[in-house]
């Protein structure tokens, strides 16, 4: 997602600094997408591998990061054919399609994360009834078909206002939930479990401590991927007008936060050791 997605009609630059700031912005999007690409497409794949093969916490466990895995895989294809369609026009409609991804695909594969974490924590006799793997299956079903509905809507929404408004509505709304969802944790977390006495209760300090600061990431991350885009798009929505500057530092903070998930993944796996002193 890019600064090309929502193209208002802007004043057309007339100095050598207004070039160069444009040039700045090409390069900064040029990175983002590399990055995605390059670093994004193996280390997803390889996830998936890990849970597939069940050398992490096995698929059932695992279903909701898998799925999200595969969203992330078809958002760096769309970076790929993204740059091929500048040469083989006829990829467009697929580049638009798989735009769908962008806009809901990770943001709503990772609710439904934030939400089965909540209710780990918060109502942990409800997730246990509904722990089983079908549970599982069932929610990101019916994630997909709104992912592959977004996909079709991203084909025939052409005006850019409608564009703008329409993920941003997405994300404010789908980022408000995690937000819910990862607060009600940290407070849940840090109240104290009773009947905890003496080795018992400093080993389960220490692994609420470790949640509570995994937790407190993944807010933060979050946090950094979409409150950007969400204000961008709100100034965008309001002044009719695209500064190209902030969309493209919206690009970059939702490539870069875009990789927390996938590390703590594998440090979970044991794949990765972050030497995290919680």
């Known amino acids: 997602m890019n600064n090309s997605t929502v193209n ?12 160069q700031s444009f040039e700045l912005i090409d390069s900064l999007e040029i990175c983002g997408y590399t990055i995605c690409l390059l670093f994004g497409l193996p280390t997803h794949s390889y ?3 890990l849970i597939v093969t069940g050398t992490g916490s096995g698929v059932a466990s695992e279903f909701f990061t898998l799925n999200l895995s595969v969203c992330e895989i078809g958002n760096c294809l769309n970076v790929l054919i993204r740059g091929l369609s500048f040469y083989f026009f006829s990829l467009s409609t697929l580049r638009a399609f798989l735009l769908g ?8 594969c990772q609710c ?27 929610c990101c079903t019916a994630a997909w078909i709104l992912i592959l509905g977004c996909c079709f809507v991203c084909l025939f929404v052409l005006d850019n206002l409608e564009h703008t408004l329409f993920f941003s509505l997405q994300f404010l709304l789908l980022s408000s ?10 407070r849940a977390l840090k109240q104290s479990g009773p009947g905890e006495r003496g080795t018992e209760q400093k080993e389960g300090n220490h692994m609420k401590r470790r949640a509570f600061y995994l937790i407190l990431i993944t807010t ?12 961008a798009g709100v100034v965008t929505i309001l002044k009719h007008h695209v ?6 530092i919206c690009l970059i903070c939702y490539v870069l936060a875009g990789f927390v998930q996938p590390i703590l993944y594998l440090h979970r796996a044991g794949k990765l050791s972050l030497s995290l002193k919680i």
């Open 177 to 186: 939930v995690q937000l819910f969802c990862l607060v009600a944790v940290l």
């Open 243 to 248: 500064i190209s500057a902030l969309w493209s």
């Open 220 to 231: 933060v991350s979050m946090t950094i991927m979409y409150v950007p885009y969400i204000v």
């Open 8 to 19: 208002f009609t802007a004043p057309e630059a007339s100095t050598n600094s207004t070039t």
């Open 101 to 108: 991804l962008v806009i809901t695909g990770r943001p709503l």
């Open 112 to 138: 439904l994360m934030c939400v089965e974490r909540y209710v780990a924590v918060v109502h942990p006799v409800t997730f246990l009834k509904y722990k089983p793997l079908r549970y599982r299956l069932i």
């Open 47 to 49: 996830i998936i591998w």
